[in-house]
């Protein structure tokens, strides 16, 4: 079994700051990219920053220069810093994995989700 769990949400002011984090555990042979992704009521979930396990990030044009992800493969962990949050950015923030387990099979892994709220 493999499991990720999100954790780091919460409410915060506009303007403010909230750094999420993801634990990826259990029957884990390799990751490769990791991702986070939000949905908003009303919306489709969206991708907003990826990683691959070398570093190299992407960032949709919403959060490009506020947010900022980042992992550490031997720990099989990743965070999203969040900075400026403004009132478009709450949503329930998933982190996502590719991971191959230990019958060396790949699947898409996903967090339950983490709610983020900004409101003065």
């Known amino acids: 079994q493999v499991q990720l769990v999100e954790s780091g949400g919460g409410l915060v002011q506009p303007g403010g700051s909230l750094r999420l984090s993801c634990a990826a555990s259990g029957s884990i042979f390799s990751i490769n990219t990791m991702a986070w992704y939000r949905q908003a009521p009303g919306k489709q979930r969206e991708l907003i920053a990826i990683v691959t396990p070398s570093g190299s990030t992407n960032y949709a044009d919403s959060v490009k220069g506020r947010f900022t992800i980042s992992r550490e493969n031997a720990k099989n962990t990743m965070s999203l810093q969040m900075n400026s949050l403004q009132p478009e950015d709450p949503a329930v923030y998933y982190c996502?994995?590719?991971?191959?387990?230990?019958?060396?099979?790949?699947?898409?892994?996903w967090g339950q989700g983490t709610q983020v709220t900004v409101s003065s």
């Open positions: 996502k994995a590719d991971i191959r387990n230990t019958q060396r099979i790949w699947r898409g892994y």
